[in-house]
């Protein structure tokens, strides 16, 4: 529908891109549980799987035998069994097939994802490779973010990467929202001894230092492990688990109230 002369462009949703300096911080399942819990607490929410050599997104969120639609070359994402809106390289290339793209064909794909018809959702979660490359430069050159999550585990190696992946962000003018600690203690469902394999608190110091809120810490438990496997999120369910990525959504939330 054309706009009236004079009127005020229509507000297109609010883009988050949850990033990390490196691989195997569990950031996929962080997003695909933060866009969950934004959904349980009354948003409607898209989720775009950015990594497009590697996408999880659909057997996260029970998506895999769902397929995307297109009209007027534009896509239509599909509407998961949690509420979430979802595009995926996942759901357009065989299961087992390896995509091996130069970054402009990638760069390309992402922007096909991101100009999907989303229709009148409030949050649009970015689920960025790991890195800086081609796929991260075009998103915040084309898209310009609102914000910017950063993901790491507690140790050294991973706070390293987490800062270069902030550095990155506010080089790109892109507002970082804050960092979460992922995988950040482990209790035995044995015999119920708390340890911490990767350390502790290292996330939350590295967040104090570069002067960005901590947003909270998600532990490092096998039933996160077992139930993303199965496509059903935490994030959906009750418990203890449930309740941190809810508070992480509340974040966010309170977050564009302020802004």
Known sequence: MAERAGSAPAKGP????????????????LSANLAVALARKGRKVGLVDADIYGPSQPRLLKAEDLKPQAKDKQMIPVTTPYGVKLLSMGMLVEPDKAIAWRGPMAAGALTQ?????????????IDLPP???????????????????????????????????????????????????????????????????FGSGGAEAEAKRLGYPFLGRIPLAIDIRTASDAGTPPAAGEGPIADAFAQLADALVEREALA
């Open 14 to 29: 609010r883009l988050i891109a949850v990033g990390s300096g490196k691989g195997g911080v569990g950031k996929s399942t």
């Open 113 to 125: 994802l991101i100009e999907g018809d989303w229709g009148d959702i409030d949050d649009l979660v």
């Open 131 to 197: 890195g800086t490359g081609d796929v991260q430069l075009t998103m915040i050159q084309k898209f310009k973010p609102a914000g910017a999550l950063i993901v790491s585990t507690p140790q050294d190696l991973a706070l390293m990467d987490a800062t270069r992946a902030v550095r990155f962000f506010e080089k790109a003018e892109v507002p970082v929202i804050g960092v979460v600690e992922n995988m950040a203690g482990y209790v035995c469902p044995h015999c119920g001894e708390a340890s911490d394999p």
